[in-house]
């Protein structure tokens, strides 16, 4: 009880008893989430702005005469006539490792009814991106787990790659395998002890998703044991357009603080299509003159300036990254539409899943010759590297040697081979969801392909040999991985050690 | 030129023609105004009034305080507020006091966009949201 009256007591002596001073505005309009205030003359761009029973705004429209704000957060209480405060300071949400493992609205307060969250820091949801000079080359890899990403359109820690295509076609799956792969490896790397070791904490942005969808896929996280390492922040289909224009910026102000504290984390936007219709939107009815598709004039600098924000630090700045995984939602295959071709040319490389290539069963669907990773083999490790370095050759050959070989009944043997070998690839890239696979084995599964360790292997059984060999590789085969999991490398020793366990296993496989 | 930017620019000069040497708002000059308004059958005269409107409201703000009191209204209250407020703006202010329980005790004063606080119910607020 006496702490009790001494905490009142501290805060009633901390209190300052001067006469304030406030900026005040009336509101006049109010619709959809946007209020046009009279008044403010002192408010400033992206100054949070106070209504009454405490709910916030954004002041995003200076005119004349009038300041347009988006509201956050439910706005029936409020009335035209209503008193609207200025703060001083810019919106921020709370940031920390406090907030692994929650669920949270745009403005950073938890929605998942596991109390309140007790983060000791926040930042400001809109900030300048790092400039030129405390930035670094992405080297470092930042593994999938998915095959057909790492070997053809490798991602670094630090880089912008965009997952595009169009509606059910695997574009969630590939970020969720992303970030229970990410919880894999954190879990291997924090047991082995490893001081060398970084883990990778994940942020995925649900934007005017269905409620169902994110519960879906928070269960799928917390399944897989993965939850530990993510936030998820939440601005539903059912929420205002505000909150789904700022939840992206909200989630990248959290990922940020792991980059600016020396440490790895991976933002997944999905997706950045529904955040731009929730922005056209606000922009409407805020007046704004509208462009193409009615979308805003500076709707590429609210992708460009998020994006942005995502970047590999030298050692001077705490060698921390952030790396984006930007999905965007295509219309009957498109990629030439206007917000796909602004983010296409933000960010740093592409996957993109092809409809057709899903439907026949090729999952996931990666479209070989559309897809592609701006910072290339640098993000690979170097085992990886020499296994993998001509698949997408092979791969887009054997696309390209399959679309002719239609027509022709007699083939040469050289193409006969490129035509097995692709087909091989294929069978072997095709991947169940939720179950990423190790770099290492996926080094040892790619060199067995690249020396002939399949090719006796009918290509309809290539599925199950991958299977058979991947569950020899974690009991038999241990110690060839192993040797590559700690050194990254293929060396003369590993080679003899991996033959001699795909041997082995070969003659185990029917 | 678009029509609006024209009636704004025109709300402009007719509030210039509505003020006395102190800048305030003549009731009779805004009266004659809108007579002579009526009179001209200008095209768009509800776009002219609107925004001669908004113009009237918002130039009366400048100089018209509305102060919010805990307490009765005394005369040297008034005159203590109206002479601190125009020693701070710098030019003849008009008052309007209002008696507001819910501010339990102080004084709130809005005079243009800002408003100056200091009542027990303000300081109560603060302490609420310092226990949040």
């Given at each position: 009880m006496s702490s009790i009256t001494d905490l009142i007591r501290k805060e009633i002596e901390n209190l300052s008893t001067d006469a304030t001073r406030t900026n005040v505005g009336t509101i006049t309009t109010l619709a959809d989430g946007v209020a046009k205030v009279e008044g403010l003359s002192k408010v400033m761009f992206n100054e949070m702005v106070e209504f009454p029973n405490n709910i916030l705004g954004i002041a995003l429209n200076l005119e004349e005469d009038s300041v347009g704000c988006v509201l956050l957060?439910?706005?029936?209480?409020l009335k035209e006539g209503d008193e609207v405060r200025t703060t001083g300071k810019l919106l921020s949400v709370p940031v920390g490792k406090e907030m692994l493992g929650r669920v949270v609205d745009a403005v950073g307060s938890p929605i998942d009814d596991k109390g309140a969250i007790n983060a000791e820091q926040s930042s400001p949801v809109e900030k300048i991106a790092p400039g030129i000079i405390p930035r670094k080359s992405v080297d470092q890899p930042l593994q999938t787990g998915i095959m057909a990403v790492d070997s053809m359109v490798p991602i670094g820690r630090g880089q912008r790659e965009l997952i595009i295509g169009?509606?059910?076609?695997g574009k969630t799956t590939i970020a969720i395998d992303t970030i229970i792969n990410q919880a894999k490896i954190n879990k291997q790397g924090e047991k082995s002890g490893d001081p060398d070791f970084r883990a990778v904490y994940c942020i995925y942005v649900a934007v005017g998703q269905k409620n169902s969808n994110i519960a879906r896929t928070i269960k799928i996280l917390e399944e897989a044991g993965a939850l530990e390492y993510v936030i998820i922040v939440s601005a539903p289909a059912a929420d205002n357009p505000a909150n789904q224009y700022l939840a992206p910026y909200s989630g990248c102000a959290m990922g940020e603080w792991f980059m600016e504290n020396g440490m790895d984390a991976l933002i997944v936007y999905d997706d950045l299509s529904k955040h731009a219709v929730a922005y056209r939107q606000i922009s409407l009815i805020l007046k704004r003159p509208s462009g193409r598709e009615a979308y805003p004039g500076d709707v590429f600098y609210l992708h460009s300036r998020l994006l942005e924000r995502s970047a590999r630090l030298n050692e001077h700045s705490g060698n921390g990254s952030l790396t984006a995984l930007p999905i965007i939602e295509t219309q009957m295959g498109d990629v030439s539409g206007y917000i796909p071709t602004n983010v296409i040319s933000i960010t740093d490389g592409q996957i993109f899943l092809e409809t057709d290539l899903f439907n026949k069963g090729i999952r996931p669907a990666v479209s070989v010759g559309l897809s592609v990773s701006r910072v290339g083999s640098a993000a690979q490790i170097k085992a990886y590297k020499k296994v993998a370095g001509k698949v997408k050759l092979e791969l887009a050959q054997f696309r390209e040697l399959a679309a002719f070989s239609q027509f022709e009944s007699d083939l040469d043997a050289s193409t006969k081979a490129r035509l097995d070998r692709g087909a091989r690839i294929v069978e072997m890239f095709k991947q169940g969801a939720y179950s990423p696979i190790p770099v290492e084995v996926q080094t040892a599964i790619m060199w067995g392909i690249q020396n002939d360790f399949f090719d006796s292997i009918s290509v309809q059984d290539i599925g199950r040999a991958v299977q058979s060999l991947k569950e020899y590789l974690s009991t038999q085969g241990k110690e060839a991985c192993e040797e590559i999991y700690s050194t990254g490398k293929l060396e003369d020793s590993t080679v003899q050690k991996l033959r001699v366990a795909l041997d082995d296993w070969k003659r185990t496989f029917a | 030129m678009p029509a609006s930017s024209k009636h704004k620019t025109l709300a402009k000069s007719l509030l210039g023609l509505s003020l006395d040497e102190h800048g305030h708002i003549v009731e009779s000059k805004v009266k004659e105004i809108l007579s002579s308004l009526k009179d001209s059958k200008i095209s768009g005269l509800r776009s002219l009034l609107r925004y001669f409107y908004t113009e009237v409201r918002l130039h009366e703000y400048t100089y018209h305080a509305i102060a919010e009191i805990g307490c009765k209204d005394d005369p040297s209250i008034t005159n203590s507020i109206i002479q601190k407020l125009e020693a701070s703006v710098g030019k003849n202010i008009r008052l309007t006091i209002t008696e507001n329980p819910k501010i339990i005790s102080g004084c709130r004063i809005r005079l243009k966009d800002d408003v100056y606080e200091d009542t027990v119910s303000n300081r109560l607020h603060k302490l609420e949201k310092s226990f949040h």
């Open positions: 957060g439910d706005t029936s209480s169009d509606r059910s076609t | -």
